[in-house]
C-alpha cells in the first residue's frame, strides 16, 4: 500500500526564519518524491523532485528538500521564509502508481 | 508556451445533471491525468489518459468516464451528479517515458464544480 504524512496541518514561521514543512512517506520499490504549492482558488504548482542520486534536491523559488531513504522521509525546506510563501504545500510520492496526495500542510509566514 | 488550461472555471449542476470538463495540456505534453480535489483535502486522483486510451484509474465509480483526443486534449465527463460530487477538478499534463510515473505533472488552474 501507499501513503503519505504531513504530521503539521499549519506550519507558522517568521519572515526571515528557516523553515521546514515534514513529509514522511511509505511506497512499494523505489520512490519518486514530488513537492507542490497551492495558492487560494488555484491549481498545483510544481516544486521539485527527487527521483535518484543526490539527496539533496534544489527547486523553485529557493526550495530545497532532503530524500532520507532510512527515515522514508522527504522533509521540504527553504533557508529564509518570505510571506509570498504563505500557502498550502503538498508533498506526493509515486511508485507503483500514480501521484498520491494527503491534505497538505498549510505555511503561514508572519511579517 | 501556454501551461495546461481548463474550462470551464467554474460550473453550477444540481442533482442528477451531467458534466463535462474540458483540459488541454501543456505544449510538448502527451499524457493528461485529473483529479478531484474536495473541500480541505488532497487531489484525489481519478485517471490517466494516454494514447487516446485509460491507462490507470483511481478509486472512482464508472459515473466517471473521461475522453482522449489525437491532439491530446482531454474531457472529464460525470454523470448523474451527487451532491458529494462538488470540487475542484484538476487536470494535469506530462510527458509520458515508458510507462514510468517519474515525469513531473504540471497542473492546470481547475475547474470549480458545485452541486446543488
Known amino acids: 500500500a501507499q501513503s503519505v504524512a504531513q504530521p503539521e496541518d499549519q506550519v507558522n514561521v517568521a519572515e526571515g526564519n528557516p523553515l521546514t514543512v515534514k513529509c514522511t512517506y511509505s511506497v512499494s520499490g523505489n520512490p519518486y518524491l514530488f513537492w507542490y504549492v497551492q495558492y487560494p482558488n488555484r491549481g498545483l504548482q510544481f516544486l521539485l523532485k527527487y527521483i535518484t542520486g543526490d539527496n539533496l534536491v534544489k527547486g523553485s523559488y529557493g526550495f530545497e528538500a532532503e530524500f532520507n531513504k532510512s527515515q522514508t522521509s522527504f522533509h521540504l525546506k527553504k533557508p529564509s521564509a518570505l510571506v509570498s510563501d504563505s500557502a498550502l504545500y503538498f508533498c506526493a510520492p509515486t511508485g507503483a502508481n500514480n501521484l498520491f496526495f494527503g491534505t497538505g500542510t498549510r505555511l503561514t509566514v508572519i511579517p | 508556451d501556454a501551461g495546461v488550461t481548463q474550462s470551464p472555471t467554474h460550473l453550477i449542476k444540481t442533482r442528477g445533471q451531467q458534466v463535462t470538463l474540458r483540459c488541454s495540456p501543456k505544449?510538448?505534453?502527451?499524457?493528461v491525468s485529473w483529479y478531484q480535489q474536495a473541500l480541505g483535502q488532497g487531489p484525489q486522483f481519478i485517471f490517466q489518459y494516454y494514447e487516446e486510451e485509460e491507462r490507470q484509474r483511481g478509486n472512482f465509480p464508472d459515473r466517471f468516464s473521461g475522453h482522449q483526443f489525437p491532439n491530446y486534449s482531454s474531457e472529464l465527463n460525470v454523470n448523474a451528479l451527487l451532491l458529494g460530487d462538488s470540487a475542484l477538478y484538476l487536470c494535469?499534463?506530462?510527458?509520458?517515458?515508458?510507462?514510468?510515473?517519474?515525469?513531473?505533472?504540471?497542473f492546470g488552474p481547475g475547474t470549480r464544480l458545485l452541486v446543488l
Open positions: 494535469a499534463s506530462s510527458r509520458k517515458t515508458g510507462g514510468r510515473y517519474q515525469e513531473t505533472q504540471y
Open positions: 505544449s510538448g505534453h502527451d499524457t
